[in-house]
């Protein structure tokens, strides 16, 4: 286990020594057929047309090219062949379909225990990175049990449970401006978390519990200011949460893919899409060295109704037209790696990965 403590500051040559050194030693071994970790990766309104702008518009291969496994997965949701990040992150994770805008319940509105519930009370460590709010759709449905999405004040109560060791993203204002005047930082910190409000600062924690609450709501995005700190949140992530013996379950979002898509803006699509690429490629490194970690990579739904219609493979450009500024229904796809990976290949639908990864890492759910 002594990979576990890796660090990602460590300078490039270092890491290739060091990433041949730990393939050697894993050349010897079976490899394990069920991970300890899982990450995974949600690129909000992912779609086919947004990762193949991505691989053209990019002069070296993105890391999701290197996935040795791929798949498609159905979105649609219990109320709409169209889903929202609300009923398509409870599908994924809590494999229940439920009606758009709904977060952690089904249609019924009864609460669902999500992966995250059932990793925590069996002792593994968990946490979430967004570059949203992290009381926004995505995360929340991975936290937070509400019949409205929009109810961020509430959501952020939800991560008082403790269900989540690491949470980095945005929201400051949710936690601790809020409309009914609690600050929901000084519970956190009770509680043991080291709440920070900066990537230095976050970077430079040493604590088991960690809430890094980056910006007031959302996240800048990537071109205009919020530059390489999704790779650092995600490595930041996995250094802390890879403490635990038991293991751990991450979920990585892209947030803004979707908001370049439905801002049919390709530049804003683009530079997400690396961004998230990028995150995706520093989980790569992390569990070819690890050999105990599954990476799953796949979308909520897609969004704008991208199509390519022009581009130069080796000039690097694409054009493009939206055929739409809101989501729609067609699958999006899965790419998966390590322990695990093969299940993830074919056609599945969006309730597929939770059975899966309670199956994978040994979790009864009760
Ligand atoms: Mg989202
Ligand atoms: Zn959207």
Redesign the pocket.
Known sequence: MRFRSFSFLIGLSFLVLTACSFRNIHSTEAPGKEPTNIILFIG??MGIAHINAAMTISSTPLALEKFPFSGFSKTFSYDNYVT??GAGGTAIASGVKTNNGMIGMGPDSVAVESIMDLAHRKGLATGLVSTSSLTHATPASFVAHNIDRSNYEEIAKDFLKGTIDVFIGGGEDQFRNRNDSVDLTVKLTKQGYDVVYTIDALMKSTNNKLAGLLAKDHMEQELTGRRGMLELMTSKAIETLSRNEKGFVLMVEGSQI??G??ASDIRYVASEMLDFDRAVGVAKKFAESNGETLIVVTAD?E?GGLTLTEGSEEQHWVSVIFSTT??TGVMVPVFSYGPGAERFSGIHDNTFYFPEFLDLLGIRKK
């Open positions: 909000d309104g929202d990040s979707d908001w898509g439905h739904h969004t809101d989501h």
